[in-house]
């Protein structure tokens, strides 16, 4: 099964800017719904944006909307997480998830659904100061 392996995360302070990487090992992320998820303590996991499988459909939560990108770079077989403007509630641990799937259709309900991804990686910490 193809491990998913993310990089990048660090602490940085208000305003700064990070980008998250994210590879397969022994997979390629064309033709699948590659996602971004995170979980601060104490909360749930929560979606944060997602490439959808077919197309260029991106997608991303109305949380994080104008601030963070999703970039699926299918060339270098990397999913991409560019974060700016950074706030401290945006510290957590972010995940980068794998839907091998493919329903017909995009619904955000669906993209953003947890139980949907059957591959996931370890995290990576991201500590936002004030």
């Known amino acids: 099964q193809a491990q998913l392996i993310e990089s990048g995360g660090g602490m940085v302070q208000a305003g700064d800017s990070l980008t998250l990487s994210c590879v397969p090992s022994?997979?390629?992320?064309?033709?699948?719904?590659m996602a971004w998820f995170r979980q601060a303590p104490g909360k749930e996991r929560e979606f944060v944006g997602a490439?959808?499988?077919?197309?260029?459909?991106?997608y991303h939560a109305d949380s994080i909307k104008g601030r963070f990108t999703v970039v699926r770079d299918n060339a270098k077989n990397t999913l991409y997480l560019q974060m700016s403007s950074l706030k401290p509630e945006d510290t957590a641990v972010y995940y980068c998830?794998?839907?091998?799937?493919?329903?017909?259709?995009?619904?955000?309900?669906?993209?953003?659904?947890?139980?949907?991804?059957?591959?996931w990686g370890q995290g990576t910490q991201v500590t936002v100061s004030s």
């Open positions: 490439a959808w499988w077919r197309s260029s459909s991106i």
């Open positions: 998830a794998r839907d091998t799937q493919h329903p017909p259709i995009a619904k955000l309900s669906y993209i953003a659904d947890t139980r949907n991804y059957d591959t």
């Open positions: 022994g997979a390629s992320i064309a033709s699948t719904t």
